[in-house]
């Protein structure tokens, strides 16, 4: 059977999905607090002095206590909701009451006016007003549906006229997002996919096609390939035809009502997406299941004519021989995260002696130690608290390696490690005043924050977070040193600056509204962008826009707002194919249209709720963790969550959930297997979330553990432990068994873990204060 998936009814009505809330009220909180304040009165005194408005919902416990205790509320409808709470009540009655007319009036205005709001529809699901308006619209009568139509179709045909004529997307859009479910909504997502398919964005396609009729979603709503994991259709046929067939009830996603598009020729192009992006198996299954459903359908596909099953299987066994096609989706390169190396088919194997080692420098009041798994903290000191002091991911673009600390960039030569365009250590840019804020907490220390320095690329730019790591608090200077910036650098021009945000004029206004770069941006041809976030404790998560060639600020849009254990900003944005994804590792995952930066849902994870401060939980030690983007799921490890999440990208909605797992870092996915690492390594099957093995053993008890980030590299997995950096293949063995490798032994002095980072020469490790190289012992294979 496919995995249980998290399916939420909708079945209450649309005011009491809207008057629903995440958080608990402070009232109620108050009353407990009081309550056990009748047993123990200085508790009960104190949580009554912190159980108003502005701070009952975001305990997080006192630092000098033996327990730190995170608060589960997350708060995600904006205030500004309650303009609209009276219109969604009004319509729902209305639609309740069969009063078409002025239901489809007051869903106008909802869409028009308020429709990039937020508002929960499920437990843990949040949707925009638009969508949620859309599939009201989507669920009429018949009657009712063309009355609609009547209205908005003069000027749904006229976006789709113009789009169609320039072959234009920006008017197919407008009439997707704003008129739906006209009479030339399933149009324009049929002229959005090709267009789509055409720049290569082959699941940005698969995302439109799939909105032209509810059929070509299982009945749950899982996509076909996530859907029939695990099932054997030539035995399970039977069971799964009715998966296919009409449907009674409504979709619980939005898919157009009623289409008159042939939907055996819609899921033609369903297989040749897969096809053309490269996915065998999944096009294998996907046209197992046409064959089943459509096997006499004929039309023209792809320049020929004829049978679709027939012309489908003769381009999927011709793909064979093809060149798999570069991913365009992730159109960014974040050093460290699982977008950091392109896929490579072979296995490599690195020689134990380096071709150079240079200093990483760190700039800060505490130096790390110069072994964090040697003598000064002796055996006590485990690999899991050194792995603190690994903050340096390395960034490799072409002959070139990109790294930064707090206050500067560094470009060093790939070859030979040598400064690229400068002398001393390589800096190429450099922050004049920066704070000397900690780069790690000392051992002991009541904190869970920790620095992470990764850099991005795209195209001939990279970009980097420096200054303040510490998030503004109330009170705090306002002096550049004091600042968080992002900067944007041209390597054409030996690491030129183009633009640094905030400007030095604006970081007065920057600090005086406790503003702060969590990361990196990430950028597409245009635009770049970057997690922020405002306050500590009590932390503001959100998305930001700036334009590519200025960095001058284009939309800011607000995720959610929670209670925080850390001090410090890592978070990371994912850019899929005109998609933001953002694990605000707040409560909530995100996804928001880069063009408009609206949010187009929000999912609320399950936190968790704190940890001893003298041995927290391992994943509140998570860094680089950005949103991965795999086969239509959204996988995400967020730190305040002991499980791992994968969401459907288009719909936000649930498919699996990890059992709880102690991992640090998710590598990507290989081989069908998605790949986690900690003190053990961890498959996990990635259509159905179901782990599959653990190296070396159940919590790896008696072998060594992981010590700082691996990589997914061709078709294995380099795991670096104290000792050596083992390899390990991402396809499983017979009996589901992990297949080990020759590993590398680190001989050197000093050598104790790290972060790796691959060049066409060499195996890369970032300690705590050396960047090592290690020389591929078959460096004739292509670049990757």
């Not at 070509?216 to 046929?237: M, N």
Request: glycine share 8%; hydrophobic share 40%.
């Amino acid at each position: 059977m496919h995995p249980a998936a998290e399916r939420q009814s909708n079945s209450s009505t649309w005011a009491r999905r809207c008057e629903a809330r995440t958080t608990a009220l402070p009232d109620r909180r108050l009353g407990r607090a009081l309550t056990i304040g009748l047993l123990i009165s200085f508790l009960g005194l104190w949580l009554a002095l912190s159980s108003s408005p502005a701070s009952g919902q975001r305990f997080v416990g006192p630092r000098s206590s033996e327990r730190f205790e995170l608060s589960t509320a997350v708060q995600i409808e904006d205030d500004d909701i309650q303009k609209a709470r009276p219109h969604l009540a009004r319509a729902e009655a209305l639609l309740q009451n069969s009063s078409w007319d002025d239901a489809i009036e007051t869903l106008g205005l909802l869409i028009d006016q308020h429709g990039s709001r937020v508002v929960q529809v499920a437990d843990r699901r949040y949707l925009s007003i638009r969508e949620l308006c859309h599939r009201q619209l989507a669920r009429l009568p018949a009657s009712a549906l063309a009355l609609y139509r009547e209205r908005v179709d003069p000027t749904a045909e006229q976006w789709y006229r113009e789009g169609l004529a320039a072959r234009d997307a920006a008017p197919l859009e407008q009439l997707v997002r704003l008129r739906f479910c006209s009479s030339y909504g399933d149009d324009a997502l049929d002229m959005l996919a090709q267009l789509a398919l055409e720049r290569g964005e082959f699941a940005r396609a698969r995302q439109y096609w799939q909105q032209i009729s509810p059929l070509l979603r299982l009945v749950d709503g899982q996509t076909v390939w996530v859907g029939l994991a695990g099932y054997d259709l030539a035995q399970d046929w039977d069971e799964l035809r009715s998966q296919f067939g009409e449907r009674d009830a409504a979709p619980t996603w939005l898919a157009y009502p009623g289409t008159d598009l042939d939907v055996a020729s819609i899921r033609a192009r369903l297989v040749l997406t897969s096809i053309l992006e490269g996915s065998r198996e999944r096009a294998r299954l996907e046209l197992d299941v046409f064959r089943r459903l459509h096997g006499e359908a004929a039309g023209r596909l792809a320049g020929r004519s004829g049978p679709y099953a027939k012309t489908l299987a003769a381009l999927l066994r011709e793909s064979e021989t093809w060149k798999l096609p570069d991913d365009t989706g992730e159109q960014t390169r974040v050093a460290g995260s699982p977008f950091g190396v392109r896929s490579r088919r072979g296995r490599r194997l690195a020689g134990e002696n380096p071709i150079w080692i240079r200093p990483l420098t760190h700039q800060g009041d505490l130096s790390p130690p110069s072994n964090p798994l040697g003598s000064r903290f002796g055996r006590s000191f485990s690999a899991s608290r050194a792995e603190r002091f690994f903050v340096f991911h390395p960034l490799t673009v072409g002959p070139y390696i990109f790294f930064n600390n707090q206050r500067d960039v560094f470009a060093l030569r790939s070859l030979d490690g040598k400064p690229a365009w400068s002398s001393g250590l390589g800096s190429i840019h450099n922050l004049e005043e920066a704070n000397p804020v900690r780069t790690s907490a000392s051992p002991g220390s009541q904190s869970l924050d920790a620095a992470c320095f990764a850099m991005t690329t795209r195209g001939n730019r990279i970009y980097a977070r420096i200054g303040a790591r510490s998030l503004p608090t109330e009170g705090a200077p306002v002096s550049q040193k004091y600042s968080s910036f992002v900067v944007c650098l041209g390597i054409e021009r030996e690491g030129e600056q183009v633009w640094q945000v905030p400007r030095r004029d604006k970081v007065s206004r920057f600090l005086s509204e406790k503003w702060s770069f969590e990361g990196p941006p990430v950028a597409d041809d245009k635009y770049a962008y970057v997690g922020m976030r405002r306050g500590d404790l009590w932390s503001e998560a959100f998305v930001a826009c700036l334009d590519g060639q200025t960095g001058e600020l284009r939309w800011r849009t607000k995720i959610c707002a929670a209670g925080s254990v850390q001090k410090t900003a890592n978070n990371l944005l994912t850019l899929h194919q005109g998609t933001l994804y953002y694990n605000t590792n707040l409560g909530a995952i995100a996804a928001l249209d880069a063009a408009t930066g609206e949010i187009r849902w929000v999912y609320r994870y399950e936190r968790a709720d704190g940890g001893r401060w003298s041995r927290p939980p391992a994943h509140f030690f998570r860094k680089l963790n950005p949103c991965l983007i795999h086969d239509g799921l959204v996988i995400v490890d967020p730190l305040d969550s002991e499980y791992i999440v994968a969401l459907d990208a288009t719909t936000g909605e649930r498919v699996w959930q990890s059992v709880p797992i102690i991992s640090r870092h998710l590598l990507g996915v290989g081989q069908g297997n998605l790949i986690a690492t900690g003190r053990s390594v961890w498959w996990f099957n990635a259509r159905t979330g179901k782990l599959e093995a653990e190296w070396s053993g159940k919590d790896n008890r008696n072998s060594p553990r992981g010590a700082g980030r691996g990589i997914l590299y061709g078709t294995v997995i380099y795991w670096p432990t104290p000792e050596n950096i083992q390899v390990l293949d991402q396809k499983l063995g017979p009996n589901r068994l992990p297949v080990p490798r020759p590993q590398l032994t680190l001989k050197q002095d000093g050598l104790g873990g790290g972060n790796l980072a691959v060049t066409a020469q060499a195996l890369l490790l970032a300690t705590d204060d050396k960047l090592v190289a290690f020389p591929w012992l078959d460096s004739d294979e292509p670049a990757p």
